[in-house]
T-cell receptor
Framework: GDSVTQMEGPVTLSEEAFLTINCTYT??????LFWYVQYPGEGLQLLLKATKADDKGSNKGFEATYRKETTSFHLEKGSVQVSDSAVYFCALQTNQGGKLIFGQGTELSVKP | GAGVSQSPSNKVTEKGKDVELRCDPISGHTALYWYRQSLGQGLEFLIY????????KSGLPSDRFSAERTGGSVSTLTIQRTQQEDSAVYLC??????????????FGPGTRLTVT
């Protein structure tokens, strides 16, 4: 069945470090791909998305590129801030309906 | 405008009791989703309502779980004869509908359910 696998956390980085959180997926057809973020004490919110191969989603300095050949959607940021500390979820949405299939989540902690 | 609201925010119940969790979606959103977030299972899809179509119940873990959506708006998730493994945060989300990748799902703050 359809699934998402993302790197396990927690990930601890110093401020201004480069961030990569790996995400790969398994799906039939051509899913849409998403990154959601959950800040401490807050609800899930959409960070960025891509709906077709080679699309790049970007928001708040974060980027991810839909790579069909490697079935990946890795999240990157060039210089993280303490305020980026959160749990990040990679997700896919198939063509068969609106439900999201999430990865396990990766906790990011950024130290000053 | 108002976001997705859920009630109660916290619920503690004894094993074997029934519970009802409520979700008020964003006004005008025709699609409504329930998910569950637990330590062992991560974020799992439970059920999806889209307009007047039959709901997608494929994620419900057992027949103790059911949900309804009245008048195309408010939804109630009911868990009968609760078990300890039902302890989780239950999240509701809504969107304008389904268009491939096109409509963002807005999540509520969740209901934390603890079964003792």
């Amino acid at each position: 069945g359809d699934s998402v696998t993302q790197m396990e956390g927690p990930v601890t980085l110093s401020e201004e470090a480069f961030l990569t959180i790996n995400c790969t997926y398994t799906a039939t057809g051509y899913p849409s791909l998403f990154w959601y973020v959950q800040y401490p004490g807050e609800g899930l919110q959409l960070l960025l998305k891509a709906t077709k191969a080679d699309d790049k989603g970007s928001n708040k300095g974060f980027e991810a590129t839909y790579r069909k050949e490697t079935t990946s959607f890795h999240l990157e940021k060039g210089s993280v801030q303490v305020s980026d500390s959160a749990v990040y979820f990679c997700a896919l949405q198939t063509n068969q309906g609106g439900k999201l299939i999430f990865g396990q989540g990766t906790e990011l902690s950024v130290k000053p | 405008g108002a976001g997705v609201s859920q009630s109660p925010s916290n619920k503690v119940t004894e094993k074997g009791k029934d519970v009802e969790l409520r979700c008020d979606p964003i006004s005008g959103h025709t699609a409504l989703y329930w998910y569950r977030q637990s330590l062992g299972q991560g974020l799992e899809f439970l059920i999806y309502f889209q307009g007047n179509s039959a709901p997608d119940k494929s994620g419900l873990p057992s027949d103790r779980f059911s949900a309804e959506r009245t008048g195309g708006s408010v939804s109630t998730l009911t868990i009968q004869r609760t078990q300890q493994e039902d302890s989780a945060v239950y999240l509701c989300a809504s969107s304008f509908g389904y268009k491939r990748g096109g409509y963002e799902q807005y999540f509520g703050p969740g209901t934390r359910l603890t079964v003792t």
